[in-house]
């Protein structure tokens, strides 16, 4: 968990976090200045962003430039009235805050005109009672709330930060470099609606760091695998390519996984891998997993010796043991006809079946006989099927006639392993 934090913040505060502490500062001392070519430049910036989060396929980034291209028309044509324009600001924010809604798994253009036809109607509605009907709109610019012995808080600012922990919520809890994006971009927007004469800029600043996050996002897709997300097999190799002369490399492996699918189906697969990943996420001793393809997963060590390696996935492996995983019995049996009638293992479809989910790993050490990546990971797969070979769900540390079982050093370790032995 503390690994998942760290990222997260990582991701969270570069570089989005960084441009929006940078480009707020620019934008409140000189926007004000060249309101007129901000505004241009805000357009430009809101048609080159959208193009870039289409190329990338990421559907909210793409909803959320048509977004902020509404807020803008509205903003640089519109009446031009303080409280008109602060409301028009929460409107965004309320926009932005429904594509929460949304995941970044496909882009779909049907969404994109379903989004495109309400925004339409929305500031339709929203300009037409601002030129006509005024009077129903400016007082929810000057409402207040009371906090108690907190103070005061204004429908606006309640509206941009309700909006701002909700999604900062979402992006703690599964971060996603759009999701850092649009977190910053309703810190810049809230920003706006309070400097008005600068709010264009602030809009110009807000498609910038979507555009970065869209073109992340692709970063991120080549990189990562999009079921467990974990890096993938191409990260992998990147990192072993600057690995350096001193590292160690576990392979691991879920023990009869396609005895799992033909008996659960490929769903309840997809979630096995899921849980194992979840675990490899959190691996300790400095290691980074991977997923490389099927249910082979890899974790790399940078600068580890053998034996932390080989504790650390110990550890992990023993927690996995540890995991009761629950999975509803097939909607009708994978068994032949024949094994249906002799077999005294029944499973009764639909019906939930608590099972275990093992895995076996060989672990290896960059040694002056085995330096290059390659072999490395020659070994630690020699040391993943002497795992198999002496009865899978277990660490078997390589290389050749020195290969031994990972044994846990803590006392507490060892017990636990006598028991389950």
Sequence with gaps: MRFHLRAAAQRLLFPNGILAVLGLWLVLTYGQRYEQSVGLFAAGLLTLAGFLAARAGSLRAFLAMLALAGGFVFLRFGPHEPSLDRCAAALLACDLGVLLLLDDTFFDWEVVMWWAGVLAAQWAIFTGAAYWAPGLIQPLASTMFSLG??????????????????HLGRFVYSPDPVGAGLVWVLVVLSQGQSHLAAVQGCIALAALMVGISATEHSH????????TRLPGRRAFNQAL???????????????????????????AGDQVLRMVAGHLAQVGGGGTAYRCGGEEFS??????????????????????????????????????RAERRTSSRRIRPGSPVETAVTVSIGVAEATPRTNSPEEVVKAADKGLYAAKRAGRNRVVVWPGPAAREARPKSKVLAKARTTSA
């Design 241 to 267: 390519a600057k690995a350096g002369t001193r590292y160690s490399v576990a392979v691991m492996d879920v023990d009869h996984f396609k005895n799992f699918n033909d008996s659960f189906g490929h769903d």
């Design 149 to 166: 012995p907190l103070g005061q808080l204004g429908l606006i600012a309640g509206v941009f930060l309700a909006a701002l922990l909700i």
């Design 220 to 227: 991120w897709i080549a990189y990562h695998d999009e079921l």
């Design 299 to 336: 974790v790399f060590f940078p600068g580890i010796p053998l034996a932390k390696a080989a504790a650390a996935v110990e550890e992990m492996r023993r927690a996995i043991e540890r995991d009761v995983f629950v999975v509803s019995g097939p909607a009708r049996s994978q068994r032949q």
